[in-house]
Structures are given as C-alpha cells and as structure tokens.
C-alpha cells in the first residue's frame, strides 16, 4: 500500500492510525488481517487539516483521502515498474488517473447523534470552473456552509469517479454538445449509449458507515435515487434534506429535466432567485 510514495512514510501512518483500510460495511480491516479476495477494500488516509476559504469565508475541515484497495494494487504495480523506467512524467499521468475521493469532516465526529451530510459528485465545469450550466458548484459551496453553520456539524464525501452522473468528462463534454442541439440532459446521455445515471455509490456508503458508525444522519440532497442506492449497500436512517440552489436561466432547463427524472423538486424551486 502506498508504496509509490515510499515505505517508510506508510509505515509512520499506519502507526500514528492516519492510514485505515476499511470494507464494504465500514468496518476496520486489521493491519495483520489477510484481504479476502474479491471482497471490498478501502484505505482511508487522514485527517489532514485543511483550511478552506470560499466565498468569503474559512472553513476548518479535516480532509481524508481515500481510494479502492484494489485500484491502489494495481497503481503500485505500475509505479514499480516506471521507477525503473523514467520519472516524473509517467508518475504525473498514473496519480492524475487514480480515484480518489474525499471525505471533508466539520466538527468532532464523536459528538454526532444526527449530523448533516451531502454525498457530492465530482464537477469540474461547475465546482471548479464555476459554470452555470448545472447547479453543482452553489450546491457544493452552500452544502459545506450549511453543515459549518450546524450545530452538529457534519461531512461531505466528494466522489472523484462521479463526473458527468459516472459517464466522465469527456462524455459530458459531448453531452454539452448534443444539449445544445436540444435535448436534455437525460436523452443526451442515451444518444451516446450510456446510461441515464451510472454512479456507483458503494465506496460513499462504505466511508459513511464508517464515519458514522450508522448512526442516523440528515443528507442533503433532492435525488431519491441516491438514498435508495445508499440504502442499497447497507446505509440506513436518512432524513433527506431539500439542497436547492443555483437556480439561473442557464440551468433551468436542466433542473426541469433533473425534476422530470424523479428529483425532488417542486415549481417553486425552479424559480429563478
Ligand atoms: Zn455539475
């Protein structure tokens, strides 16, 4: 694990307990324990302090890193083999592929009876770039004040792997494309031969189950989808929580299709603010 970044510093982790390996349940995998083949792994890397500052605030959020077992093993092999080879190129292409998501935790997780929670899927053009093509980036930002300004706080598991509802960037890109040309976000996706929504939520419940030791928990969303799909794998006692924000004319006909789909959205919600 972790050895293309160097044995020694995986070893001070997994002794100071800041490198955890995790399965499907949340359940601690021991150090010692042998990984049963075919079964889930996750290592968990953290907390990592991390002082945001967005939207004219700070946010202090403790950071985790973490990434499927499976897909680390393979990275490993491939890092063993470019050291041998050349450097710093390869490496760059091999960390940017790797999946890693995120979990940034507000407040002491030890207190929480109920905190609040969002399950975010990765967004460039809208948490990054700040597009308003989607809502994600006012959803982001809004999520992470509201769980700072609750008084149980909470966390945000941020899922790399969900660009595009799980299709990629690269797919989205041509959804963009094929909207623009008048369909909506859903048909879009069919038009390329992909499913309506393909992300997989497994590792989201896996790390919730851990952090929160399923206990209940407020989750901010209005995708019934994804409570039944965390559901799925063994998430239980959500009370989901309307998150609706960065409504503008560029979206509206997005969200229309979102709402169409299933979210809970009402005509209200679609009002332009
Ligand atoms: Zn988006």
Redesign the pocket.
Known sequence: MFTYIDPTVRERLLAQGKLVRIDASGRVIGPDEELVAGEKAISVLGPIPLPIARSGRQFEVDWYASVRHTELSKVEELADELRQRDGQQSFAILASSMAVNSVLVVGDPAKWSNPLVRVHSS?L???VFG?A?????PQFITALERIADDPEGGLLVYMSGHEGRGIGLWAKAATYVLQDAGEDTYQANRSLGLPDDSRDFSDAAALLRYFLNDRPFRLLTNNPKKITDLNNYGVRNITPVKHVIGVSAANRRYLTAKRDWGHQLDSDDLIIK
Not at 133 to 137: P, T
């Open positions: 967004c053009t809208g948490d597009s093509r989607c809502e994600c980036g």
